[in-house]
């Protein structure tokens, strides 16, 4: 797996399905004033050689790419198809209309999902002039890709009983909605620098890790440094999660950039 350096890295959010505040929700973490505890729908942002990479766009996208003043677009990576990981799949217009046709990487799942719920994007007859397109690219386990110099090895998680993506990229990983990983998939995340995975809230979830899962992990894989993402209001407060976790592991936040 190649190392990369200029690898930099934009969490554009770190919420789980809600985000945070939740509408109508009293609960203090909502209430909070730290701009770390108000979390937009998870996803993230890799820049490589000038070019922007995506891993998943959902309602928060448009938002997402407005504040990190994101004016092209290369490829948008799925890891699976829920909503809070694909609703914001229109907002691509913009990128759309300047580029052509926006590469799309996901399951064949996934495409399939995408292809029911925007079946005005993949009209090939007949389409709305204001609709965008996308060119399509299978991600197959085992198969590692390359987007324009970028090497991409896709990870198979299970998310509950769904299967989930995740991205290595060199010495940095991106895994969200993880509840179990076969060992043969953990083989792939050795000698990491940065790993990021979801750390839902401290109450053991039925399809997330919650945070005691998502420690053992860690100390299992053993990356240099470690990013919790796809976090719940039900995790606590920030500043006060961030000091009980070991020196090598962080609260991601939004708008929170590393450099690889």
Known sequence: MLNFTGLRITFLGTGTSQGIPIIGSTHPVCKSKDPRDKRLRVSLLIEFEGANYVIDCGPDFRQQMLTHNVNHLEALLFTHEHADHTAGLDDIRPFFFRQGDIPVYAHQ??????????????KTENRYPGAPAVALFEVINNQPFIINNLQVEPINVMHGKLQVFGYRFGSFAYLTDVKTIAAEEKQKLRDLDVLVVNALREEPHYS?????????????I?????????????????????????????????????EL
Do not use: M
């Open 222 to 258: 053993k990356p240099k440094q470690t990013y919790f993402t796809h976090i719940s209001h039900l995790l606590g407060f920030h500043a006060e999660v961030e000091k009980q976790l070991p020196d090598n592991v962080h609260l991601a936040y939004d708008g929170l950039q590393l």
């Open 208 to 220: 997330h890790f919650n945070l005691e899962e998502a420690l053992a992990f860690v100390a299992e």
């Open 109 to 122: 799942r996934v495409i399939g999902e995408l292809k029911k719920r925007f079946e005005y994007i993949f």
